[in-house]
């Protein structure tokens, strides 16, 4: 007869916390396995006479002791929430000094090479040979239609193309 | 323990009156030395009023409380151990056997007021002889009467660790307290107890 799947079930048999399936294996080994049944009668008695091992009792002065040792703890008190812990004390003082630091720093300088874009824009527009009297064809309808591919730029775009991304590009938004 | 956590010292007294006789005699049974295991139920307290305010209601406050105290425990008799090395090996060098100094240790710790054939004694003795942890499972199976998914978080192990371990620690003590029993265990020639797997062996239904 194998014993070992129901050895670690005997345990928990004895002392009456194994489930009603773990309960109902055991019960039938025990039926057919003489052996078993002695060990659990066995397990039974160890478990009675472990009852007789005496309790203690805290010594007399067990409370007091410990009673100082509470009081020596440090309190936490009403107000200790506005203690600040040193982690939270640390990040507060290097948050204020970046900030004071960031304040004492001059004023950021203005973006000059936003500001030349349109000078730059300018004179090329004006460098343009159709355009010989620029201020008489600024205000010409058909300069719309002009490419503003300057030779040698392929950074540029052409606004023929401009016009027909534009729809797919806010498709896509 | 919420009300504790709440600031409720009334009930840090309530918890201590519950507790404290349990803590103590379970870390009596551990430490097998009474002032020792006073000493470490009060740090075990300590550690409670300490960590009141961070308590999460997560597990059960006793499987809390008494895994501070095994944890305390465990780490004292390995402390201990470790000290009376230290001290033998100053002693002589020639004696470098452990168990030599571990017996030598226990039996020194097991109340020596008591007679050797008191029954007490002998039923502390089978007990103290088992391996730290065994002991501990047992301890808080037998006395504390802690179901098995409790003892298992205190000695952070999974059920079935905890049933193996169990049935090793109560198989050991059958065989150690047959004579108080009245009965003949059965064990291998060597004394080491009979495997169940064994018992059975040769045997038809």
Redesign the interface.
Known sequence: ????P???????FV?G?ADMKERGRVENHLQ?????RA?VE??R???T??D????????FG??A??RA??AA?PR?RWFGWMVPSPRLAFSTALLIALSAWISMMPPAQPNYQASLQPEKEFQMIKDLRVLENYDVVSDFDALSEMPATVPGDPGATNPANDGQQQPQGTGTM | MLEVKAGDEASFELLLQRYRTPVVNFLNRMVRNQATAEDLAQEVFLRVYRSREKYAPSAKFTTWLFRIATNLALNSIRDYRHHQLDVSIDVSADEDEGRTFELRAREKNIDQQMLENDRATAIRRAVDALPDKQRAAVLLHKYEEMDYAQISKVLDCTESALKSLLFRAYETLRVQLAPLAGFAAAQTAAGVPLPVSELGKGRTS
């Not at chain 1, 129901?6 to 928990?12: E, M, R, T, V």
Request: hydrophobic content about 40%; glycine content about 0%; aromatic content about 8%.
């Open positions: 007869m194998n014993c070992e129901i050895s670690k079930l005997l345990i928990p002392d916390r057919d396995c003489a052996a078993c060990r066995q397990y008695t160890v478990w006479i472990l007789e091992q005496p309790a203690v009792e805290p010594s067990f409370d002791r410990l040792r509470m703890e936490s």
